[in-house]
């Protein structure tokens, strides 16, 4: 990017953007076009979850930034381990990727990060310092919660707990839905049992075990998509699923969110520079663009998704914003814990969510 | 010579892309079966070992096994007894019009077995047709729970597969000569009889060929359980999926695959053996 280029972008963004931090980042008046940072020309290889974009988003900030173009590459759809391992394979493709936490720290265990310098990005400090604090590899852009979806009028009881969703299985047996991740299966049992959601003791992730295979009698399926589609035709009464899919669903029927006691297991989005770019300047600029006001309420608005930048409030949409299950809570987000990378207790959980899968 | 080289010439393309896209990567997955994997780089070791052969005894692994080839067997007789009389009735019919039901039969092709198998969630759902029927006539209060069951998963095998039954039942089926069936009657065979002793036995090539074509990917099968059965059943192809995906463990994936494929291979050897040995492939 030019300083040229950077003054087209008018007043409005200029005053937010003409900060020492973000020309250095974009390589203006401080760097060459080409610096030990890498290139601020060429086309930055993201890779990313279908769609994860503001609407508008790319297309703003190519036009803000005439050098650069972004290419999206689809992944992340398979899982972490698939993820990491088409990283790995190709080493050197890829400038950047949305990961979220355990992806990240699985990514920096095996040195396929490249760490940003957050001073050098405009609006990171915008970021929740909770979210900041559990995401040190890039920029925090998003999370989902995982909660209880209720049916109020088919469910009389007043659910708080994971300890509730529990005793009151066998009432609603066949009518309970929960999101198909093993991470958030095992991290809810966890939590119920007092325990973290990142567990690698394997006495907790046992007891863990011998609760789901309670509960399991009980659920009708774990499904990964359409899992809000039992509660709005009401052959759901109680779904455990992410806090966006419960406000989807708030949309068509009487939902309540609950956000259990004990705890909410939850993963945080964000974005990372990746190992062997060269165009770590670009990214960085990237992540600045995605953080100004008007980007950043592109991406949620898009999205429809809880978000990390408190002060961003007024530019979301406020059906999200207002939103019980989405908006920013600090009491909810006091108890919301964010999975993480599993390391050698990998093979161990995937085992104990099999052993449910089998029961 | 020139005859050799022009068949070695039209032969190439074809030993080319199967040698790159099947066997190369079929060699692969052995030799990854034999090494080991660093769980967090992806790294493959491809020294020899067979830890991850010896883990496929677990008996959480054996069960899947056995649940997916009992399915797969339920499926492929379902599907053979399903799919007989159609191919049979598609057989007696004219030219013309076993074109046009071939074409019927065909039909479920031309869309995705993804999108097919969402279509079943529609129909066997607790919302759907089947529910709405049985609860007008009073056989159902709740939900009727055919979705996420054994039973939707053994259905979406029997709907996804059946027309791979139905297909070389109706070759071998038309194949029959007529006057075989008429020497039958003239000796005082009924119908039965004659769909017992003559049809049966001369059909067998295509059981045999249909019972390969349903019964060898069901057995592998992924996708049908993970929707129709709502993931509360461990097939052998989640737990190979998993592995691969969830776990990155790339040396215990292949291992189970490659194990799954010998086992096949084994089935149909023997398979083969008997049928020989019985004549019905003469």
Known sequence: MTRRSLLQRGVSTGAVLMTPA??????????????????????????NYPGWMGEKQVARFEKANPGLKVKQVTGLTDGNAAAAAQINRNAGAYDMSLANVALAEQLEAGGMIERVDLDRIEGSDRIAP???????????????????????????????????????APEYSGQIDIVKFDADVLGMALLKEGYSVNSEDPEELEQAKKA???????????????????????????????????????????????????????????????????????????????????QYADFINTLGVAYTVPSAGPDIDPAIRDNPALRFDDKTLERVEFEGYAGEATPLRARIWEEVQAA | MRRLIARAGLLSPTVLWASLFFLVPLGLLVVYSFGRIDPVTFTVDLGFTTEAYSRIADSLYTGAIVRSLAMSTGATIACLLLGFPVALAISRQPRQRQMLLLVAVMVPFWTSFVVRTYGLVEVLGDAGPIADIARSLGLIDGNLG????????????????????????????????????????????????????????????GIIAGCVLVGIPATGEYVVPAILGGDKTLMYGNVVANQFLGVGDYPFGSALAVSLMAAMTAILLIFRRQVSRSGALA
């Open chain 2, 146 to 205: 055919l979705l996420f069951s054994p039973a939707g998963v053994a259905i979406g095998l029997v709907y996804s597969y059946l027309p791979l039954m139905v297909l070389p039942l109706y070759i071998a089926l038309e194949r029959i000569d007529r006057d075989v069936l008429d020497s039958a009657s003239d000796l005082g065979a009924g119908e039965f009889r004659t769909l017992r002793r003559v049809i049966v036995p001369l059909a067998a090539p």
């Open chain 1, 22 to 47: 973000f020309l250095a980042a974009c390589g203006g008046s401080d760097e060459p076009a080409s610096s030990s940072r890498g290139s601020m020309t060429g086309t930055i290889s993201m890779m």
């Open chain 1, 130 to 168: 909770k979210f900041r604090d559990a995401y040190p590899y890039g920029i925090a852009t998003d999370l989902g919660k995982v909660g209880i979806g209720v049916r109020t009028d088919k469910v009389k009881e007043k659910i708080r707990s994971w300890q509730d969703l529990w005793d009151l």
């Open chain 1, 212 to 294: 789901l295979l309670e509960l399991k009698p009980h659920v009708r399926s774990f499904r990964s998509t359409d899992i809000i589609k039992g509660l709005i035709e009401g052959t759901a009464a109680i779904t455990v699923t992410y806090d966006y899919d419960v406000a989807a669903a708030q949309q068509e029927a009487d939902v309540e969110w609950v956000a259990p006691e004990e705890g909410l297991p939850a993963y945080l989005d964000g974005w990372v520079a990746l190992a062997g770019t060269d165009k770590l300047a670009a990214v960085e600029a990237f992540m600045a663009d995605l953080l100004t006001p008007r």
